[in-house]
């Protein structure tokens, strides 16, 4: 199971302070973008964040790899911006939420140099997942055990019975959990049967007070 940081950022300096701390043990992240119009919460815009690379560690960037999690009603846009630079960014997986209704197919086929991911709300059920896509043609699935907005939202247990219902309908990709994973949650993931290929976490990376004690826990606890 892989760990994936995912803070949200309000300003260039503090992704930068924050990729400094985080880059020691982890070389993948999760940037989240929020527009403040597809839910409330507004972080920096993409803009901001490919300012925040160009003044950050060149060598540490070079070294991760960037998700891309488009909380936003221009997402298109910001995939654009995003095709003209894919051989100066480690670019991995970008997820555009199933609210949004997305052309997945669409999209797999404008912008085949990238890999793309559908992001389930706490509502958004994997029946209607499957009625709108064939899941085998998703790279990967991101379910959100949260309601999306600012950090600090409540675990929603019961979205983890869409790991289940993903793979007994053979869904063999990439499920991503995304929302208040910490030390109280975390037991109740990894007790389940079907448990998520990736956890991104927040602020219990974020605005932890012994950070690699932390890493310590969950790398620990995941192995």
Known sequence: ?????APLNYSVDEFIDLFNKLSPYFDTFQIDIQDGKFITNKTIDLKGYLEAFKKADQEKISASTFDFHFQTLNYLEDINLLSSLKDNLNIGTLLIHFSLSPNYQLLTIN???FSFGIVLNPEDSVENLTKTYNLQTINCVQIMSVHPGPQGSPFIPDTLNKIEQLRTKNYRNKIFLDGAINKDTLPIIMSKKNKPDCLCIGSYLTKADNLKERVEYLKE???
């Open 111 to 113: 912008y085949p140099q």
């Open 1 to 5: 199971m892989k760990i994936i940081p």
């Open 221 to 223: 606890t995941v192995e």
